[in-house]
């Protein structure tokens, strides 16, 4: 069993940064992938990014790449997403996700979520 408690969220300019962070509870954190998702008002939750358990992995979804970095600490069993050049069209609910796979997850395929961080972007 796996806990995820996302933090960082709040409310950013556009081209501006936020980094949010995602802890995980239990001494397994390393033997899980980590995702982050979204879901804007009235959308389904998409894909945002993905990084392997080594950290040495990761996958982007168009919409962030080259904006959004995303990365972990297995020490402080910690998943960060850095977000620059934030766009209002960022303004969503993110999540992050846990799944025991060794290499990046692309697509819902986690087992683990948490409650969620609002990141809202104004114009």
């Known amino acids: 069993q796996v806990q995820l408690v996302e933090s960082g969220g709040g409310l950013a300019q556009a081209g501006g940064s936020l980094r949010l962070s995602c802890a995980a509870s239990?001494?397994?954190?390393?033997?899980?992938?980590m995702g982050w998702f979204r879901r804007a008002p009235g959308k389904e939750r998409e894909f945002v990014a993905s990084?392997?358990?080594?950290?040495?992995?990761?996958y982007y979804a168009g919409s962030v790449k080259g904006r959004f970095t995303i990365s972990r600490d297995n020490a402080k069993n910690t998943v960060y997403l850095q977000m620059n050049s934030l766009k209002p069209e960022d303004t969503a609910v993110y999540y992050c996700?846990?799944?025991?796979?060794?290499?990046?997850?692309?697509?819902?395929?986690?087992?683990?979520w948490g409650q969620g961080t609002q990141v809202t972007v104004s114009s």
């Open positions: 990084i392997s358990r080594s950290g040495e992995g990761t």
């Open positions: 996700a846990a799944e025991q796979a060794p290499g990046v997850v692309v697509g819902n395929d986690y087992d683990y």
């Open positions: 239990g001494r397994t954190f390393s033997s899980y992938a």
